[in-house]
Nanobody, 117 residues
């Protein structure tokens, strides 16, 4: 089972940018649907999804501001975050969407993003 570790979070002013990285302990080539999730106190919500051979899907709240990408050769998933807003504050996680849906998420530690206004 691949372990996922998120990094790149931090404190940024509103309007600023951050680049998050999700590093996997093994190959992600066979994981066709991966996503970044955002958690404030409460459940994790998907903000960006990348589907092999299909493209990307974004939550309305981040559309036009966030970009998800992956590099299978580096076993990594990325999230470029621009024009950050205070409501983007929270902890960000990456995961295999199918494993989450199956109830076997194996969440990583997440990376905290704090946007100050």
């Amino acid at each position: 089972q691949v372990q996922l570790v998120e990094s790149g979070g931090g404190l940024v002013q509103a309007g600023g940018s951050l680049n998050l990285t999700c590093t996997a302990s093994g190959s992600i080539s066979d994981i066709d649907v991966m996503a970044w999730y955002h958690q404030t106190p409460g459940p994790r919500d998907i903000v960006a999804t990348i589907i092999t051979g299909r493209g990307t899907v974004y939550a309305n709240s981040v559309k036009g501001r966030f970009t998800i990408s992956r590099d299978n050769a580096k076993n990594a998933l990325y999230l470029q975050m621009t024009s950050l807003k205070s409501e983007d504050t929270g902890v960000y996680y990456c995961n295999d969407v199918r494993r989450v849906a199956a109830g076997r998420p194996n969440w990583g530690p997440g990376t905290r993003v704090t946007v100050s206004s």
